[in-house]
């Protein structure tokens, strides 16, 4: 394993960049300040208040309805980023409250069987595009989870977050950048936590073995999941604070890349792992034409005001299902009832 300098941190070394709550860009709609919780606090107390964001603990990470308890889901992994986040947002003196409200926000509009949901959505859309020009496509968690924190909790009210949060929601995956420094950390923790996390899944899952995982990046990075955060968060560290901006050594980053295009074709593609991503796609699919065939089997708070609004409102409605409530509504609309007992 590659040694990462042992040299103590030094704490704040960013501190004078950290956001701070009484200059943020304000909210959608003004509110009256609190007089016990900074912007940045009560934008993570909504989050986690959040409907969509208790939904996260029965949304999958990377394996379909997995036997067994230890394996990720949207919660978990969102917990994680959120951990990681903080230790380096507290190393380098930056604003943990931001950090951690990103970081808990970023995955609450993903769909449900992970990222196989994006493509059902982009081929329902794509389907429907002619008839509806207005219609976005193709279909990205990162503008759901906005879409989700703007629009769609409390109701249509939304949760009124920050622009700072709002911000580093929508860039946290993508080709742009937060332009807050605690949204580029979550940008890179997100990488971080999910390659390791579902190398470890992926073992556990027996889709891999150790001996498999390619040997330069485990070289420098560590041959457990442990020695691996810890080498990329001290990394991380270390490197931000010397060129002030939030970044990885080129070492540490060419490691985690590798091992980021290993996991596409070992596991991410993985023939015996995504067996069922055939089901679930046409599960979403078929739950989308029905609720845009028939508007008025959704909830009230899902119904288009106008014609136009149908498609993206379809959406928003399977989009936000856990994925046994999926599985549920599917059985309901297409399994003939004697079927079912």
């Given amino acids: 394993m590659s040694h990462v300098p042992q040299a103590p941190i030094q704490t704040g070394a960013l501190a004078h960049l950290a956001a701070r709550p009484e200059k943020s860009r304000g909210r959608l709609r003004p509110e009256e300040p609190c007089f016990v919780r900074t912007d940045f606090q009560r934008d993570r107390d909504r989050i986690v208040h959040a409907k969509a964001f208790r939904r996260l603990m029965h949304k999958t990470q990377v394996f379909l309805s997995p036997e067994g308890d230890h ?4 919660l978990t992994h969102a917990l994680e980023v959120s951990q990681i986040a903080r230790v380096v947002a507290r190393a380098l003196g930056l604003n943990e409250d931001l950090t951690e409200a990103i970081a808990l926000g970023h995955d609450i509009g993903h769909t449900p ?3 196989i949901g994006e493509s059902a959505f982009t081929e329902c859309l794509e389907n429907v595009a002619a008839d509806f020009p207005g ?6 968690h990162n503008e759901q989870s906005l879409r989700v924190v703007d629009v769609i909790e409390r109701k249509g009210r939304g949760l009124n977050l920050t622009e700072e949060v709002r911000d580093g929601i929508l860039n946290h995956t993508g080709p742009t950048d937060p332009f807050t ?3 580029r950390i979550v940008k890179i923790v997100d990488r971080i936590a999910y390659v ?3 190398i470890d899944d992926a073992i556990r899952g027996g889709v891999l073995t150790p001996d498999r995982l390619p040997r330069e990046p485990i070289r420098v990075l560590g041959e457990t999941h442990g020695e691996r955060l810890d080498t990329l968060v001290r990394d991380m560290i270390l490197t931000s604070a010397e060129k002030g901006d939030i970044a990885l050594s080129d070492e540490c980053l060419a490691a985690l890349t590798e091992l980021r295009s290993f996991l596409f074709d070992a596991v991410y593609l993985n023939a015996e792992a995504k067996a069922e ?7 979403l699919i078929m739950l989308f034409y029905h609720y845009f065939d028939h508007p008025e089997d959704m909830p009230e708070e899902f119904q288009p005001a106008t014609r136009d609004e149908l498609p993206v409102r379809v959406c928003d409605y399977v989009a936000g299902m856990t994925d046994r409530y999926a599985l549920k509504k599917f059985e309901e609309i297409y399994v003939p009832q004697s079927w079912m007992v």
């Fill in 71 to 74: 394996y990720r889901t949207r």
């Fill in 113 to 115: 069987f992970g990222h």
């Fill in 135 to 140: 219609v976005r496509i193709p279909f990205r």
């Fill in 181 to 183: 420094l605690e949204g």
């Fill in 196 to 198: 390791n996390h579902d």
């Fill in 277 to 283: 991503d055939v089901k679930a796609k046409k599960i």
